[in-house]
């Protein structure tokens, strides 16, 4: 081996793995030994760490999670590597999938060092990237949502043409959001929607003038950090924890104070939300899912069958699965649920693109997704045609 591999594991890095044990097996194989999740001990942290020194050999990982009855798969989705979080090397498991001991192989990458993450890994830092990139355009307004337990920035993201002559009131609300920090793929289906939106495709522009558009990409910043793939610092789930009865700072963890206050001050101002994306993954294609059909279905818009045409019509079938609609909406403490619940407005859960596929792919089904927003709530909200 020309240079011994050094696996470097040094916090605060844009991608970490809590309680992470790292042992040398020989001279490029290493083991990781993962932790489990707080509040869940069956769960494993995900394998997430920065590589030094490794450009011209290729690596072993084998991860493993010592739990005797694992309920989280170490192993459910690809890895990848990344010197940036632009460029991606997918790296499929060697095994089958087990959910207590599998290995990477890692080829030469050339790269001197780089980071290893679950999914296509997108931590606060690439987020800052594409902000920096998205808040040159003239209808972006970027502000803080609050800042996590760990004390990172909450971003949020406002975009709508402000010189369009539609008042902000009786525009479209559209709220994007990623709440599980581990879903990598799921933000950049969020960042694709972004870019579209910001494009100067005629279906875009007219959109910027007639709806406003808020996303908040990462609600759990401190996620990629540490490995966690659902929880926040306080090991919490962040997808169980909307509160029905309305926001608490005593009773809820502090990312969903935030974000359920966000959406209870829209809710009783002039600018409501209409409709709710919650962004997740699993594996296979991209699975939309409405949780519940709002009061301009019907009325505004057409009603869901148009939807789910909607749907064939802007979206690739080999990006994006045929359109479910949900009899019940989901447990009343996820967000797409609980707000269909509390505030009656259109949710929709956006499930699958967990598959490495190329990144492309996944920036392009959520550029269809916005498509679809675009051709569907069409005039406004308070029902004018476009002007
Ligand atoms: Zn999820």
Same mark, same amino acid.
């Given at each position: 081996?020309?240079?011994?591999?050094?696996?470097?594991?040094?916090?605060?890095?844009?991608?970490?793995?809590?309680?992470?044990?790292?042992?040398? =097996?020989?001279?490029?194989?290493?083991?990781?030994?993962?932790? %489990?999740?707080?509040?869940?001990?069956?769960?494993?942290?995900?394998?997430?760490?920065? /590589?030094?020194?490794?450009?011209?050999?290729?690596?072993?990982? +084998? %991860?493993?999670? +010592?739990?005797?009855?694992?309920?989280?798969?170490?192993?459910?989705?690809?890895?990848?590597?990344?010197?940036?979080?632009?460029?991606?090397?997918?790296?499929?498991?060697?095994?089958?999938?087990?959910?207590?001991?599998?290995?990477?192989?890692?080829?030469?990458?050339?790269?001197?060092?780089?980071?290893?993450?679950?999914?296509?890994?997108?931590?606060?830092?690439?987020?800052?990237?594409?902000?920096?990139?998205?808040?040159?355009?003239?209808?972006?307004?970027?502000? =803080? =949502?609050?800042?996590?337990?760990?004390?990172?920035?909450?971003?949020?993201?406002?975009?709508?043409?402000?010189?369009?002559?539609?008042?902000?009131?009786?525009?479209?609300?559209?709220?994007?959001?990623?709440?599980?920090?581990?879903?990598?793929?799921?933000?950049?289906?969020?960042?694709?929607?972004?870019?579209?939106?910001?494009?100067?495709?005629?279906?875009?522009?007219?959109?910027?003038?007639?709806?406003? /558009?808020? $996303?908040?990409?990462?609600?759990?910043?401190?996620?990629?950090?540490?490995?966690?793939?659902?929880?926040?610092?306080?090991?919490?789930?962040?997808?169980?924890?909307?509160?029905?009865?309305?926001?608490?700072?005593?009773?809820?963890?502090?990312?969903?104070?935030?974000?359920?206050?966000?959406?209870?001050? =829209?809710?009783?101002?002039?600018?409501? /939300?209409?409709?709710?994306?919650?962004?997740?993954?699993?594996?296979?294609? /991209?699975?939309?899912?409405?949780?519940?059909?709002?009061?301009?279905?019907?009325?505004?818009?057409?009603?869901?069958?148009?939807? $789910?045409?909607?749907?064939? +019509?802007?979206?690739?079938? +080999?990006?994006?699965?045929?359109? &479910?609609?949900?009899?019940?909406?989901?447990?009343?403490?996820?967000?797409?649920?609980?707000?269909?619940?509390?505030?009656?407005?259109?949710? $929709?859960?956006?499930?699958?693109?967990?598959?490495?596929?190329?990144?492309?792919?996944?920036?392009?089904?959520?550029?269809?997704?916005?498509?679809?927003?675009?051709?569907?709530? &069409?005039?406004?909200?308070?029902?004018?045609?476009?002007?």
């Amino acid at each position: 081996m020309p240079h011994p591999a050094d696996l470097d594991l040094r916090p605060p890095g844009p991608l970490g793995s809590e309680g992470i044990r790292l042992e040398r =097996l020989g001279p490029a194989r290493f083991r990781a030994t993962l932790a %489990a999740a707080r509040g869940f001990p069956a769960v494993p942290n995900a394998l997430q760490l920065r /590589v030094r020194g490794a450009a011209d050999t290729p690596l072993e990982i +084998e %991860a493993v999670f +010592e739990h005797p009855e694992p309920r989280g798969q170490l192993d459910e989705y690809f890895h990848s590597a990344t010197p940036n979080f632009a460029t991606f090397l997918p790296l499929p498991w060697l095994e089958p999938i087990n959910a207590r001991r599998n290995r990477l192989l890692i080829p030469a990458t050339g790269w001197d060092e780089f980071h290893l993450g679950m999914q296509f890994t997108y931590p606060a830092e690439a987020l800052d990237a594409h902000i920096a990139r998205w808040e040159r355009h003239p209808h972006v307004r970027i502000n =803080l =949502l609050g800042s996590s337990i760990e004390g990172r920035p909450i971003r949020r993201i406002t975009i709508t043409d402000t010189d369009s002559p539609v008042p902000l009131g009786a525009r479209w609300h559209h709220y994007l959001a990623n709440q599980h920090p581990g879903e990598g793929n799921a933000r950049w289906r969020i960042a694709g929607m972004i870019d579209w939106l910001l494009s100067d495709e005629p279906a875009a522009v007219d959109l910027r003038r007639r709806a406003i /558009v808020t $996303a908040v990409p990462l609600l759990c910043p401190d996620g990629p950090a540490n490995g966690w793939r659902r929880v926040n610092a306080d090991g919490i789930d962040m997808n169980r924890c909307f509160r029905l009865e309305g926001p608490d700072e005593r009773e809820q963890t502090r990312e969903a104070f935030l974000f359920q206050t966000e959406l209870e001050t =829209l809710h009783h101002g002039p600018t409501p /939300v209409d409709t709710l994306w919650c962004m997740h993954t699993w594996p296979g294609i /991209v699975e939309p899912i409405m949780d519940g059909l709002g009061p301009e279905f019907g009325r505004q818009v057409g009603d869901f069958e148009a939807l $789910a045409a909607a749907f064939r +019509e802007h979206g690739s079938p +080999e990006r994006i699965k045929p359109l &479910r609609n949900r009899e019940q909406p989901g447990m009343p403490t996820t967000w797409n649920g609980g707000p269909r619940r509390r505030y009656g407005i259109t949710t $929709a859960l956006i499930e699958g693109g967990g598959d490495p596929a190329v990144l492309d792919e996944h920036r392009l089904a959520g550029a269809e997704l916005m498509r679809i927003i675009a051709a569907f709530w &069409r005039g406004t909200r308070a029902g004018s045609p476009p002007s």
